[in-house]
């Protein structure tokens, strides 16, 4: 079955420290990759996502992931973390041949940055 | 355009009462989708609906719930009767069927059952 692996369960950093967050899929076939960002109490928000092209993706509030295909990956980086980042992340794979719409989400990786 | 939206916010209740959690989502979009997320387990996919039609729920926990969606512009999620271990936040989202499909999220039916 498919899967998204998200390695770092809880990840603490201060501030301006560079940050990245690790993601790996089980799926040999093509995807579509999203990192959603949920802040304390409220509901998940996109990010940033990959369909095709270029592998670096920016996204909103100095974000970017980069696509490795021959490994599986999707990591999400940021040079220079805020306290206001301090949020739980989720990477999310669709499979492109199914057409359903449906996602499969990692864990969630929690991240707290120390002002 | 509102965004999803789900109602209530916040429900609390007692166990083996009938809880039903409620959801419009964004007008257009043809694919809705009910999560669950716990500390413990993280978000759950429950169900989802494609033109109004359950596609998979695979993912719903048991008879106790269950799901509808009468109409492309509401669902409700119906836990029957609720029991302590279904308190959680529930979210419900929505995507359009067609192009680069994200899935938009509504702010969630935080429950708590007693």
């Known amino acids: 079955a498919q899967s998204v692996s998200q390695h770092n369960h809880h990840v603490i950093l201060s501030e301006a420290a560079s940050l990245e967050l690790g993601c790996n899929y089980s799926?040999?076939?093509?995807?579509?990759l999203f990192w959603y960002v949920q802040y304390p109490g409220q509901h998940l928000q996109l990010l940033l996502k990959?369909?095709?092209?270029?592998?670096l993706v920016k996204g909103i509030k100095g974000f970017e992931a980069e696509f490795i295909k021959s490994k599986f990956s999707f990591n999400l980086r940021k040079p220079s973390v805020q306290w206001s980042d301090t949020a739980e992340y989720f990477c999310?794979?669709?499979?492109?041949?199914?057409?359903?719409?449906?996602?499969?989400f990692g864990q969630g990786t929690t991240l707290q940055v120390k002002p | 355009d509102a965004g999803v939206i789900q109602s209530p916010r916040h429900e609390v209740t007692e166990m083996g009462q009938e809880v039903t959690l409620r959801c419009k989502p964004i007008?257009?979009?043809?694919?809705l989708f009910w999560y669950r997320q716990t500390m413990m387990r993280g978000l759950e996919l429950l169900i989802y609906f494609n033109n109004n039609v359950p596609i998979d729920d695979s993912g719903m926990p048991e008879d106790r719930f269950s799901a509808k969606m009468p109409n492309a512009s509401f669902s409700t999620l119906k836990i029957q009767p609720s029991e302590p271990r279904d308190s959680a936040v529930y979210f419900c989202?929505?995507?359009?069927?067609?192009?680069?499909?994200?899935?938009?999220f509504g702010p969630g039916t935080r429950l708590t059952v007693l």
């Open positions: 007008s257009g979009h043809d694919y």
């Open positions: 999310a794979v669709r499979l492109s041949s199914s057409n359903t719409g449906k996602l499969i």
């Open positions: 990959y369909f095709s092209g270029d592998p």
């Open positions: 989202a929505s995507s359009p069927n067609r192009g680069r499909n994200e899935q938009f």
């Open positions: 799926y040999g076939g093509t995807v579509n």
